[in-house]
């Protein structure tokens, strides 16, 4: 089994920071592109960003510029950070995993709220 959990989650103000940590516990496998998506209440769940092991990120078209997706190869961890957070972001946010020899892998999900 392999399982993603996340960390950092919470309410916020407006204008506030955030830093999420997603740690994968793995064993015998290993671990492709690392992110982060986000659901917020009625809509699709969407990619925020992900980055591969080389250190190559991919933003979601809507939320570029204001995340940042660090990653830890050694200790297989993905970090996702904002500053001056807007109550548009308020979402659940999701960990992802693409595992070797196993496929996409999530997390269970971590609610972000950002109070205006």
């Known amino acids: 089994q392999v399982q993603l959990v996340e960390s950092g989650g919470g309410l916020v103000q407006a204008g506030g920071s955030l830093r999420l940590s997603c740690a994968a516990s793995?064993?015998?496998?290993?671990?492709?592109?690392m992110g982060w998506y986000r659901q917020a209440p009625g809509q699709q769940r969407e990619l925020v960003a992900v980055?591969?092991?080389?250190?190559?990120?991919n933003y979601g078209s809507s939320v570029k510029g204001r995340f940042t997706v660090s990653r830890d190869n050694a200790k297989n961890t993905v970090t996702l950070q904002r500053n001056s957070l807007k109550p548009e972001d308020t979402a659940v946010y999701y960990c992802?995993?693409?595992?070797?020899?196993?496929?996409?892998?999530w997390g269970q999900g971590t609610q972000v709220t950002v109070s205006s």
């Open positions: 793995v064993s015998t496998f290993s671990i492709n592109g």
């Open positions: 992802n995993a693409f595992v070797r020899g196993l496929g996409p892998v």
């Open positions: 980055i591969s092991s080389g250190g190559n990120t």
